[in-house]
């Protein structure tokens, strides 16, 4: 590992224990420098695509915009879709923002990747299983199956 990979690399851990001690703001400024230090260095993808997911959940959990979290996370597995923990990055970001269906995509993802994964089953689980829109032939989101969907719940 050359000099540039492990500065950013340690970067990332930095940003990884600092978020584990709720300390999203100073995460988040490691995990950019991370991401900086790495496009700079033209290093690979999947690397970058770390420090942006990890970018994102820093992002949402300092108070940050929740788009640009989502596009941070979005980024992230555009470029890298083959990593159940950016996909349940994005999930969880999709939540806060008060997204569920892309929530569920996300998830859904990342059990695609990983069958096996027992943390996106168990984020699967506490989601909560969708329930099919009260006229399918109507989008999820339409005003008509948004109100009937409601009502359904509520009774």
Known sequence: MD????????????????LRYGRATCALLLFRRAVTI????????RRVARYLSYSGICLHRSGGLAQDALRLCQ??????????????????????????????????RALAVSPGHRGVATDLRKLGIRRRPVLPFLDR???????????????
Not at 13 to 18: I, M
Not at 142 to 153: P, W
């Open 75 to 108: 980024e992230a597995v555009g470029i890298d879709g083959n990593r159940p923990s950016l996909w349940r990055n994005l999930a969880s970001v999709a939540v806060a923002a008060g997204r569920p269906g892309l929530a569920h995509h996300a998830l859904n």
């Open 3 to 18: 000099v540039i990979t492990r500065n950013a690399e340690e970067l990332y851990q930095r940003g990884v224990s600092e």
């Open 141 to 155: 989101s339409n005003t008509v199956n948004v109100v009937l969907g409601r009502i359904r719940a509520s009774v």
């Open 38 to 45: 790495s496009r700079e260095a033209a290093q690979p993808n």
